[in-house]
């Protein structure tokens, strides 16, 4: 079982955790893990994009010569996708980009994903994270004595909305419950502070 560090909010070692080999140490499936990542930045995009078609366009219902005889090539509209204003013949519509993957396959990216942050030394336990109230300083304060980059990542046992509303001001700094655990942010982020609450919550729900 891969072992690390217990700290408390000072960024003093209080001792050591064993984690569970099933879920922070698994063979790393990078293909699962880009699989997750794709589908979650599919799942956020809006989709929204459109152009219209010669049935759209205003205009363009009288035939612009006759059929034949005037030397030029035969017409029906000047709103074909071929006249300068005319509709677009294969233009994007609104449409959604979401799909889904299977259970397993999403477990298994999130447990690659906590297993990379494990062997790379990314990963932090604390042994709790508590603010008296909202306060970006406490979070700056919390985190410098950590020494972590600009990319942080907080993951609480429950949506702590002190921690939460803490953090939100921070550039590049985000606070997730055990709940919101996700590939993309596991990977955005190069550092992971986790609750040892958190931690038994992840292996309850993983292992």
């Known amino acids: 079982m891969p072992k690390v560090a217990v700290y408390d909010m000072t960024g003093a070692k209080t001792g050591e ?13 990078e293909a699962v893990v880009h699989q997750a990542v794709v589908m ?16 759209m366009v205003r205009g363009g219902g009288r035939k612009p010569w006759k059929q034949k005889g005037t030397g030029r090539a035969r017409s029906g509209s000047i709103r074909s996708p071929l006249w ?9 519509h609104p449409r ?6 299977p259970r397993k396959a999403r477990r298994l990216a999130i447990k690659s994903a906590l297993t990379a942050k494990v062997n790379d030394g ?7 994270i508590n ?29 702590d909305e002190n921690v939460a509303k803490s ?13 919101g655990l996700n590939v993309f942010d596991l990977l955005h982020h190069d550092k992971v502070l986790v609750t040892k609450e958190a931690v038994a ?7």
């Open 122 to 128: 990314e990963l932090m336990v604390v042994e709790s």
């Open 96 to 101: 959604s980009y979401k799909f889904s993957m």
């Open 131 to 159: 603010f008296a109230e909202p306060k970006t300083k406490d979070v700056v304060n919390f985190l410098g004595n950590f020494e972590a980059p600009a990319k942080a990542l907080i993951i609480t046992a429950d949506n």
């Open 17 to 29: 955790m064993e984690l569970n080999d099933s879920v922070f140490g698994v063979e790393i499936n």
């Open 201 to 207: 919550k992840i292996e309850e729900v993983l292992a």
């Open 84 to 92: 300068v204003g005319g509709g677009v013949a294969f233009g994007p």
């Open 167 to 179: 953090s939100r001001n921070i550039p590049g700094v985000k606070s997730i419950g055990t709940i």
């Open 40 to 55: 979650q930045l599919a799942s956020q995009r809006q989709g929204n994009h459109a152009t219209k078609t010669r049935s």
